[in-house]
């Protein structure tokens, strides 16, 4: 009987050296993924710091140079004039976007009440109706310290987004968030862009890092497994972790998180966001199958 009991000990004893084996190389033995810095020639030493005011810093030289390279690669996506930004769909003119007047009420939609309008990145996706791949406009709305993201849909409406990716095919969108989600919110979305409607949520807010194919992705994901009141304490209990997320051979979206990740922040970036680098965990990674929405 001792001797069964020791072999079974020496059993567990492998295999929990073999998991803390396995995590250690998921976080250090993998290659971090490089923090997405424009290289723009945008430096820190040429700005003086306002406070956390966007205007005239280091983030506006980053935003200004990212959209003349949107202005140029998509000719026909956007125009601007001063601080006018007039966004066309398909060739044609569908909304008109200038900073709100100086004395303004702040009391109106926080897709209006802009105090400048930045191209943030254009999108791929297929019409509904002509079946031709056509570039969507995701766009930045800076007011005071605050930062939001707009995808203006075909009729010239803004949809609040803080992460928005389309499929090779042009039709589905991810929509996903950079902050952690309350236990029971959904957090990234599967959308059939001509519909509009959602084919899959997630609870962990996700922000896509790349599209395999239109039935695979790579995501970067935060997620709250506990019950918190604020969302700072959600914040600071959120795991971040990277997974891979599919649609199964019945149709079904999953996403499995592959490794997990640790948060770094910067005083100063491009956009706003954190890097994520690979962290040492031995929680199990979990599984989430996608619910369909609405």
């Not at 700005?47 to 990212?66: I, T």
């Not at 007047?101 to 996706?125: H, N, Q």
Request: hydrophobic content about 40%; aromatic content about 8%; charged content about 20%.
């Amino acid at each position: 009987m001792r001797k069964i009991i020791t072999v079974a000990a020496a059993a567990v004893a492998v295999a929990a050296l073999a998991y803390v084996g396995l995590n250690a190389w998921l976080a250090w033995g993998l290659p971090a993924r490089p923090f997405d810095r424009p290289a723009d020639g945008c430096k820190a030493k040429d700005f003086v710091r306002n406070g956390a005011l966007w205007l005239d810093g280091l983030s506006d030289c980053h935003a200004r140079a990212r959209e003349a390279l949107i202005l140029k690669n998509y000719p026909n996506l956007a125009t601007r004039q001063g601080e006018v930004l007039t966004i066309s769909y398909a060739g044609k003119p569908v909304v008109q976007l200038a900073p709100r007047p100086a004395g303004a009420s702040d009391f109106v939609p926080m897709t209006e009440a802009c105090d400048e309008y930045r191209l943030k990145k254009a999108i791929s996706v297929r019409d509904p109706v002509s079946r031709r791949p056509e570039p969507l406009a995701v766009v930045e709305c800076h007011w005071d310290t605050v930062s939001s993201r707009l995808l203006v849909l075909p009729n010239g409406k803004r949809s609040m987004v803080e992460d928005v990716s389309a499929s090779p095919d042009g039709l589905i969108i991810a929509v996903g968030d950079n902050y952690p989600s309350a236990p029971g919110a959904s957090g990234f979305a599967i959308r059939d862009w001509a519909s509009q409607t959602d084919i899959a949520a997630f609870g962990p807010a996700c922000r896509v890092v790349s599209w395999q194919d239109a039935s695979h992705l790579i995501a970067t994901c935060m997620y709250d497994p506990g019950a918190h009141s604020e969302p700072s304490d959600i914040y600071a209990a959120a795991l971040p972790f990277d997974a891979k997320v599919w649609r199964d051979t019945d149709g079904v979206w999953q996403m499995q998180a592959t490794r997990w990740l640790s948060r770094r922040h910067f005083d100063d970036t491009s956009s706003g966001d954190t890097e994520y680098r690979p962290g040492f965990s031995l929680r199990p990674l979990p599984h989430f199958t996608g619910k369909a929405g609405t």
